[in-house]
């Protein structure tokens, strides 16, 4: 079962240029939220959505709850933006996630 | 400063031999989780706690305990591992039900042989 499906699971970029990683899911959601995994393994909580957009920095997400798609924009990307991004959901009290997308910045 | 800390880093343990991964916030955080990540499948929730003495099972509970005496503490307990539990670990806390966002721990990378 996968609540979650995110694409593409691997990008390459050159920097510069602008990315999209998309997430669709199958539950209902109280919340989605988009996380960042650094090589090293740390994990750093970036949004939570419920509806519409939030934007921080160089990032945006939105996300349509009609459609049960969100989507995470890095735009002006940079090496330092490497990293796994994960999308995750919550339904009910319970959490699920995606299997990640590995964005690649290259100089 | 504000953080999530999971002890040890690194376990390498045999089959059968009860071991604790330590969890500790310093936020005063009420929600507090543990998931298990694994190549493929990714990030799965095995317990979480929405306060003192209350806990719940994840996705994935079966082989696993947890506590919650105390706010800051909650943490996860294999009685009698096995070699499918061997996993990177990681716990979260949160307030306000994840409003702000959620804050991870370190992980914790255990190989049971």
């Known amino acids: 079962k996968n609540e979650v499906e995110q694409s593409p699971q691997n990008l390459t970029a050159q920097e510069g240029e602008f990315i999209t990683i998309n997430c669709s899911y199958s539950v209902g959601i109280s919340a989605l939220h988009w996380l960042q995994q650094h090589p090293g393994g740390g994990i750093v909580s970036l949004f939570m959505?419920?509806?519409g957009k939030k934007k921080h920095g160089r990032l945006i997400a939105t996300i349509n709850i009609q459609e049960k798609h969100s989507s995470l924009h890095i735009t002006a990307s940079h090496p330092r933006d490497s990293a796994v991004y994960i999308c995750?959901?919550?339904?009910?009290?319970?959490?699920?996630f995606g299997t990640g997308s590995s964005l690649t910045v290259i100089p | 400063e504000a953080q999530v800390t999971q002890n040890p880093r690194y376990l390498i343990t045999v089959t059968g031999k009860k071991l604790t991964v330590t969890c500790s916030q310093n936020m005063n955080h009420e929600y507090m989780s543990w998931y298990r990540q694994d190549p493929g499948l990714g990030l799965r929730q095995i317990y979480y706690?929405?306060?003192?003495?209350?806990?719940d099972k994840g996705d994935v509970p079966e082989g696993y305990k947890v506590s919650r005496k105390e706010k800051r503490n909650f943490p996860l307990i294999l009685e009698s591992p096995s070699p499918n539990q061997t996993s990177l670990y990681f716990c979260a806390s949160s307030l306000n039900q994840g409003i702000h966002g959620y804050t991870f721990g370190s992980g914790t990378r255990l190989t049971v042989v």
């Open positions: 706690s929405m306060n003192v003495e209350v806990t």
């Open positions: 995750a959901v919550r339904s009910g009290k319970l959490f699920y």
């Open positions: 959505l419920s509806s």
